[in-house]
């Protein structure tokens, strides 16, 4: 099984802005954990279509804990609906695996 790992350059720029807004206090970590999970997840379903399973893989795991992460700590900032966050993005995964 090859894995590289490696993430696509919208992430890592994502990344990086998101790195930069926390640490000026413009953004909160709960918010760029959002923005990453999203980031990953797109980047996962593309290598899954692409035929890449492991770092397909690999990556909807790292939108998981991403989002996992933001659930945790959204809860007491704000009032979201994380099941919809979740059902939209389990809906995301489905509809793009069908393609």
Do not use: P, R, W
């Not at 696509?8 to 926390?22: D, P, Q, V, Y």
């Not at 890449?52 to 704000?78: E, T």
């Amino acid at each position: 099984m090859d894995i590289d790992a490696s993430i696509s350059e919208e992430t890592a720029h994502t990344i990086i802005k998101n790195l930069k807004l926390f640490h000026s206090g413009h953004k909160y970590i709960t918010e760029c954990h959002f923005d990453e999970s999203d980031n990953f997840l797109k980047d996962g379903i593309e290598l899954l279509q692409k035929g890449d399973l492991a770092n397909g893989a690999l990556q909807v795991y790292g939108a998981g804990l991403n989002f996992a992460s933001y659930a945790a700590k959204i809860k007491g900032q704000k009032n979201v609906n994380l099941y919809n966050n979740f059902a939209e993005n389990f809906g995301y995964i489905m509809n793009s695996l069908k393609e």
